[in-house]
Each structure stands twice: as structure tokens, then as C-alpha cells.
């Protein structure tokens, strides 16, 4: 009987085994594609990089007063270049420095204590699932009648596209209208809700769309009746919001956990995201089984899955019943400006007469102006009674790195007090964190640089 199997070699499978050699264990790693799974692959990796060559060109042009894209295909290709090195350097290098049995085939659950993989059969003690997810494509009319792109086809075209329309009004969809509009195609993004990212509030899904609009993107919000068809070369969108030509559809509609290895074998249970369902510790229903990353279905970031493939670990063979605190897991849109959040938003604090949002824009900031930023905020949610930090939500440059501060302060349960007291590098962009905290006390207008 094998003491661990990870099903999974992407982050969450990739900290596993880590973790798992950390407490004396050699693991059976199973997994099928390419080491590395989404991120380093088709997701988190080559959309940065794309976006990189974006934002780099946007602002040739806007400083040079030109016209100037990059060439389409050799963005890709630098995209490419960088996919590789990476995935050989943070993936297959680094098995040799583990003690690990690699098996690559696609695994079932035979029954609750085992796994087959091909025809072989690998008895376990425990095991963790970390399947990850894969693109989610609603249903809509005549869609499967077309040749249409996922994010994963979108990060990888054979020719140069001219346009493209995507529906969809999230981070992958804001992220590869930057990227296209970046690369000189003309871009439509289609969204059905009635703003862009809802799970921001408000006033940041008004500033996405002027954002997005700036780049020449048009947007069309609260879409219904949307149908597809192909007519001679060109896909067809129609819908109340008109007809849209374009060469290329993206559907940029989220992604979905991978279940499909037998769960019911096992008596693995799946919860109302059609992920796999789990505790706090991240057990399945079936206690010798543990689930780690997107394959869970609640925050498909990479960060989170490596964190929930140690975690997972550590709880399946120690007692230290280890916890991850989801009000602190940041979440960043790498469009530019950049727009992230952690922690609650004041939506999700509706009703609660005892928080108070504090709000400064980003050209309050002395590097806002050096940078001549137009567009930025951020918005801290605290709690009135005792000054702790609920939520923080940005729009600026370098927002990545703010919300990765602001992360810290979450999980440390800091109040703005807190934030006062700390120093800050000025200029920089982060130090809107503690302009905003000051601006609970006083008109940051009236304030001095660094005060």
C-alpha cells in the first residue's frame, strides 16, 4: 500500500509532493499533459507575459505619439519561450531534488482505499485529489456549431486576428481584451450581466469599463438573447445589443472543477459548485481522501492551490488541523491599471450599519501624479467598532503588489491604526494603503506627502 497519491501534477499536486517529502514521505504523483498543469501552461504564465508585451507597446505608443504594435506572431512565440523555460525549470527540473514516483495516465477511483491508472491499481492510505479545472462553456445558441476558442486556444493562434468577440465580463475576459486590443485587433466584449467583474463593487466595475474603452474595446453589458453563427469567414454574434462580425469568438466564461475520476467509487461527495466538497481541513467525505485547488471549485488561483496542496498534506498526516483564512486570499486583474481585491467588498457587507469604506484615488498620490495616472481608487471597508481592516479593493499600477500588502494586513486582522503606525516608501504607489487609513481621521486634500 502506497502511503500517499497525489492526482494532480499542476500547483496544488506540485505542493503535495513537496510537503510530503517535508514529513519523510514518498508520494505516487499521477498526472496527464504537460508538469505544471493550467497556470505554468495556459494560464497564469503565458497570459502575463502577452499582456507584459501589451502594456509595454500601449506605452510606446502613448509616449512617443505613435502607432506601433508589436508583430503579432512573435509575441506569441517570446510567450512560448518563456512557457518552456519555466515549465522545465519549476517543474521538471525539480523532480529530480524529490523523492517521488511519477506516473503520468488518467486515474480513477476503483473504490475508497484505490486508484487505477491504466492497468495498474495503487492501494493507498491517504490521497490527494488536485485534478484542477478546465474552461466552462455555457450553453448558447448555435455554439456548437462553430469553431470557437477557449482562453487556452486564445494564448495560442496560428495566424494574426484582426478581431475578436468575447463573451464574458471577468478577469479572463478584461485580460484578453487587453491583450488582442494590445496586439491590434479590433475586440467586442458581450457580457450578460449588467457590469463588468460583479464580484467588485460597483464604482470599480464603472472604472473596468472605462478602462477596457480606453484600449478601444466595445463593451456590451446585460446581453441577452445572444445566439452565434458562421457566415462565409466571419463569426456571427446577435443578440439585443446588435450583430457583432468578428474573425474569432473567445468564450471567456470561467472555468470548471475536473471531477470526472470516479468520485462515486469512492463515496466522494461534490458541493453546490460542482466542485469536490470538502471541510475546513480540505477532507473529502471520504476521510482518507483530501481535494486541494481548483478541482474544489471555491478560488481558482494558483497561489491558493500551492497552499492547499501543502495544507491538505500536512492535515492528512499530523495533527496541526490547519486552516486557510479565504478573507485574506488576494485576487488581482492584471489589466492596466491593475485591479484587485481581499478580504469583503461592500457588498457583501450590506446591512452592516457598523462599517465605514474609505475611499482615495489614485492621483491623491504623489506617484500617481509622476506616472500621470487617470484612472485609480482604493476603498478600504473597516469595521467601525474596533478599526479592523474587513476589505480592500484597487485600481492602480502595481495593484498586484498592493493587494499582496494588503493581503499581509488581512491575514494579520490589522486595523488601519495599525497601517498608520507602519512606514511606507514614498513615492509608491502602496502607500495609498495608509493615505486611505489617515483619510479616516482627517481631508487627505489638506495633507502633506508623507504625513
Same mark, same amino acid.
Given at each position: 500500500?502506497?502511503?500517499?497519491?497525489?492526482?494532480?501534477?499542476?500547483?496544488?499536486?506540485?505542493?503535495?509532493?513537496?510537503?510530503?517529502?517535508?514529513?519523510?514521505?514518498?508520494?505516487?504523483?499521477?498526472?496527464?499533459?504537460?508538469?505544471?498543469?493550467?497556470?505554468?501552461?495556459?494560464?497564469?504564465?503565458?497570459?502575463?507575459?502577452?499582456?507584459?508585451?501589451?502594456?509595454?507597446?500601449?506605452?510606446?505608443?502613448?509616449?512617443?505619439?505613435?502607432?506601433?504594435?508589436?508583430?503579432?506572431?512573435?509575441?506569441?512565440?517570446?510567450?512560448?519561450?518563456?512557457?518552456?523555460?519555466?515549465?522545465?525549470?519549476?517543474?521538471?527540473?525539480? /523532480?529530480?531534488?524529490?523523492?517521488?514516483?511519477?506516473?503520468?495516465?488518467? *486515474?480513477?477511483?476503483?473504490?475508497?482505499?484505490?486508484?487505477?491508472?491504466?492497468?495498474?491499481?495503487?492501494?493507498?492510505?491517504?490521497?490527494?485529489?488536485?485534478?484542477?479545472?478546465?474552461?466552462?462553456?455555457?450553453?448558447?445558441?448555435?455554439?456548437?456549431?462553430?469553431?470557437?476558442?477557449?482562453?487556452?486556444? *486564445?494564448?495560442?493562434?496560428?495566424?494574426?486576428?484582426?478581431?475578436?468577440?468575447?463573451?464574458?465580463?471577468?478577469?479572463?475576459?478584461?485580460?484578453?481584451?487587453?491583450?488582442?486590443?494590445?496586439?491590434?485587433?479590433?475586440?467586442?466584449?458581450?457580457?450578460?450581466?449588467?457590469?463588468?467583474?460583479?464580484?467588485?463593487?460597483?464604482?470599480?466595475?464603472?472604472?473596468?469599463?472605462?478602462?477596457?474603452?480606453?484600449?478601444?474595446?466595445?463593451?456590451?453589458?446585460?446581453?441577452?438573447?445572444?445566439?452565434?453563427?458562421?457566415?462565409?469567414?466571419?463569426?456571427?454574434?446577435?443578440?439585443?445589443?446588435?450583430?457583432?462580425?468578428?474573425?474569432?469568438?473567445?468564450?471567456?466564461?470561467?472555468?470548471?472543477?475536473?471531477?470526472?475520476?470516479?468520485?462515486?467509487?469512492?463515496?466522494?461527495?461534490?458541493?453546490?459548485?460542482?466542485?469536490?466538497?470538502?471541510?475546513?481541513?480540505?477532507?473529502?467525505?471520504?476521510?482518507?481522501?483530501?481535494?486541494?485547488?481548483?478541482?474544489?471549485?471555491?478560488?481558482?488561483?494558483?497561489?491558493?492551490?500551492?497552499?492547499?496542496?501543502?495544507?491538505?498534506?500536512?492535515?492528512?498526516?499530523?495533527?496541526?488541523?490547519?486552516?486557510?483564512?479565504?478573507?485574506?486570499?488576494?485576487?488581482?486583474?492584471?489589466?492596466?491599471?491593475?485591479?484587485?481585491?481581499?478580504?469583503?467588498?461592500?457588498?457583501?457587507?450590506?446591512?452592516?450599519?457598523?462599517?465605514?469604506? /474609505?475611499?482615495?484615488?489614485?492621483?491623491?498620490? *504623489?506617484?500617481?501624479?509622476?506616472?500621470?495616472?487617470?484612472?485609480?481608487?482604493?476603498?478600504?471597508?473597516?469595521?467601525?467598532?474596533?478599526?479592523?481592516?474587513?476589505?480592500?479593493?484597487?485600481?492602480?499600477?502595481?495593484?498586484?503588489?498592493?493587494?499582496?500588502?494588503?493581503?499581509?494586513?488581512?491575514?494579520?486582522?490589522?486595523?488601519?491604526?495599525?497601517?498608520?503606525?507602519?512606514?511606507?516608501?514614498?513615492?509608491?504607489?502602496?502607500?495609498? /494603503?495608509?493615505?486611505?487609513?489617515?483619510?479616516?481621521?482627517?481631508?487627505?486634500?489638506?495633507?502633506?506627502?508623507?504625513?
Amino acid at each position: 500500500m502506497e502511503k500517499l497519491v497525489i492526482i494532480g501534477y499542476g500547483a496544488a499536486g506540485f505542493a503535495a509532493m513537496i510537503k510530503a517529502n517535508e514529513l519523510g514521505i514518498k508520494p505516487i504523483l499521477i498526472g496527464k499533459g504537460s508538469l505544471g498543469g493550467t497556470c505554468v501552461n495556459v494560464g497564469c504564465i503565458p497570459s502575463k507575459k502577452l499582456l507584459s508585451i501589451s502594456h509595454f507597446y500601449r506605452e510606446l505608443r502613448k509616449r512617443i505619439n505613435s502607432n506601433q504594435f508589436p508583430d503579432f506572431m512573435a509575441a506569441f512565440s517570446e510567450k512560448d519561450e518563456v512557457v518552456g523555460t519555466l515549465r522545465k525549470k519549476k517543474y521538471e527540473d525539480i /523532480l529530480n531534488s524529490y523523492d517521488v514516483k511519477l506516473v503520468k495516465g488518467e *486515474a480513477k477511483f476503483k473504490d475508497r482505499k484505490s486508484v487505477k491508472v491504466g492497468n495498474d491499481i495503487y492501494d493507498f492510505e491517504r490521497c490527494i485529489i488536485a485534478t484542477g479545472s478546465r474552461p466552462n462553456i455555457p450553453e448558447i445558441e448555435g455554439l456548437e456549431k462553430i469553431d470557437f476558442w477557449t482562453s487556452e486556444r *486564445a494564448l495560442s493562434p496560428d495566424k494574426k486576428v484582426e478581431s475578436l468577440t468575447i463573451i464574458g465580463g471577468r478577469a479572463l475576459a478584461l485580460e484578453f481584451s487587453d491583450i488582442y486590443s494590445g496586439l491590434g485587433a479590433e475586440v467586442s466584449i458581450i457580457q450578460r450581466s449588467p457590469r463588468l467583474i460583479p464580484e467588485f463593487d460597483p464604482e470599480f466595475s464603472v472604472m473596468a469599463r472605462k478602462i477596457i474603452e480606453s484600449y478601444g474595446v466595445k463593451v456590451f453589458l446585460n446581453s441577452k438573447n445572444i445566439k452565434v453563427q458562421k457566415k462565409n469567414d466571419k463569426l456571427i454574434v446577435s443578440g439585443n445589443f446588435g450583430i457583432i462580425e468578428s474573425e474569432r469568438l473567445l468564450m471567456a466564461t470561467g472555468r470548471k472543477p475536473n471531477v470526472e475520476i470516479g468520485l462515486e467509487n469512492a463515496q466522494i461527495e461534490l458541493n453546490e459548485r460542482g466542485g469536490i466538497k470538502t471541510d475546513e481541513e480540505l477532507r473529502t467525505t471520504n476521510p482518507s481522501v483530501f481535494a486541494a485547488g481548483d478541482v474544489i471549485g471555491i478560488k481558482m488561483l494558483e497561489p491558493l492551490a500551492g497552499r492547499q496542496g501543502s495544507i491538505a498534506v500536512s492535515n492528512a498526516f499530523t495533527e496541526e488541523k490547519k486552516k486557510i483564512n479565504y478573507d485574506a486570499v488576494p485576487e488581482n486583474i492584471f489589466i492596466s491599471p491593475g485591479i484587485a481585491k481581499v478580504g469583503k467588498t461592500s457588498s457583501e457587507l450590506i446591512g452592516n450599519m457598523y462599517v465605514k469604506s /474609505l475611499k482615495v484615488p489614485i492621483d491623491s498620490l *504623489a506617484r500617481g501624479y509622476i506616472e500621470e495616472e487617470e484612472i485609480g481608487l482604493v476603498k478600504l471597508n473597516v469595521d467601525l467598532g474596533n478599526l479592523k481592516i474587513l476589505g480592500i479593493q484597487v485600481i492602480s499600477e502595481r495593484s498586484e503588489e498592493i493587494i499582496n500588502e494588503s493581503a499581509i494586513l488581512m491575514n494579520a486582522g490589522a486595523t488601519i491604526n495599525d497601517l498608520i503606525d507602519s512606514n511606507q516608501i514614498f513615492p509608491s504607489f502602496s502607500e495609498v /494603503l495608509r493615505l486611505a487609513a489617515l483619510s479616516y481621521y482627517g481631508d487627505v486634500n489638506k495633507m502633506s506627502c508623507c504625513v
